[in-house]
């Protein structure tokens, strides 16, 4: 008998009931609007940017509209403007190159080496032609972010983390978003937390920080934020920063707060479930795992496979196998993007030299998603289904 499997690959849990009570609770007094507070209340948006600044270590945190927002924010405040060249990863979503584009800076594409990650050694060999990386850590896959920001300090490179898949995650202990200048987080539904909409933004230096609240859209009401600089450094800047209007309300922070508390765990019952479609696969012929290094916390809410150097039919043929099977596979080496696999090649608003060898990993990346709502056995079915669909064409030849 031939398996099929029958769960959706985008279905996310519900919203936990304390953080539907919380959002309740926002919606019957209608203080919606962060800077909407009775005599005396906190707030929840505040309190999330405190909770969020403490559970990651950092100085300051600001809560924003999106994480492409928190993205675009985290430019303008370390002073990118227009016409300036900003190195980004060639394998990262479009709304990296997009937040890069929309401060009217350039993005210089970095490559992509066979562990998913940025190339350090084109990352070197680049340093020179910016003074700002936008380091995504696509897919949840941490460089060698030692090595990065040695070679990063020594250019007088400053780093601004994309943290939309690795919120949870930690380079030798110290969680992602930590080492750059800037960590910019997503808490949109596909992410680790889920509120429809919506972006953190941490970072310790006090001037960005508050570059970042003023844009956000605080008008003159700094002081009603619990986890960020004091008053004095908003008036070196308040005069000089723009207000571009990205803020979260309380709605949203309300749901966040009690998800944020259960990250840790929800980590955990990711990692599980990737980790059982890795056994899984793992020793396939003609597919190659993506190794984990060991200073590397990471959150399995996805999980990425090579098929390296298979002809591109090979590749659709498993796709379609492993579809009619309800096995849901995206593959970065599309001709054409299909939902979110383009690639710097596919950004054409930004100029590219081509980079062989960062064309032939991405032809080959095959990337399924790991929702919470798959059981274990039903993670041992999906590997099953992909690891007889990949040999069935692999063999064929
Ligand atoms: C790698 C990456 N960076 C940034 C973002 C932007 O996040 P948002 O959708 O919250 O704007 C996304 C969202 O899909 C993403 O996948």
Known sequence: MTETFSGSFTQQEPIPDEAIEAALAVLRHGRLH?????????????????????????????????????????????????????????????????????????????????????????????????????????????????????????????????????????????????????????????????????????TDDEEIAARAVMMSGSYMLYERHLAAPGPEVFERIKYHTPNISGRMDNLRAAILRPQLRALDAQVARWNERYQRIEAGLRGTPGLTVIERPEAETYVGSSIQFLLLDWAADKVQEVLRRCAARGVELKWFGTPEPVGFTSRYDSWRYAESAPMPASDRVLAGIVDMRVPLTFSLEDCDLIARIIRAEVGAVYQGG
């Open 34 to 202: 962060r800077y909407n507070l009775a005599k005396g209340e906190l707030g929840e948006t505040a309190l999330l940017e405190q909770e969020f600044a403490a559970q990651t270590g950092a100085r300051y945190c600001l809560a924003v509209a999106s994480g492409g927002y928190a993205l675009a924010t985290a430019l303008r405040a370390v002073g990118v403007g227009p016409g300036d060249a900003v190195l980004t990863n060639a394998f990262t979503l479009a709304p990296v190159p997009g937040a890069i584009a929309s401060v009217g800076a350039r993005p210089v594409f970095v490559g992509v080496t066979e562990s998913l990650t940025i190339d350090l050694d084109d990352l070197a060999a680049k340093a020179g032609t910016a003074r700002v990386l936008m380091l995504s850590h696509m897919r949840g896959h941490l460089c060698d972010m030692d090595r990065l920001m040695q070679i990063c300090d020594d250019a007088g490179i400053t780093v601004i983390e994309d943290c939309a898949h690795t919120m949870g995650a930690a380079w030798n202990g110290v969680p992602s978003g930590r080492q750059g200048a800037v960590g910019c987080y997503s808490c949109q539904t596909y992410k680790h937390v889920n509120s429809g909409e919506g972006g953190l933004l941490i």
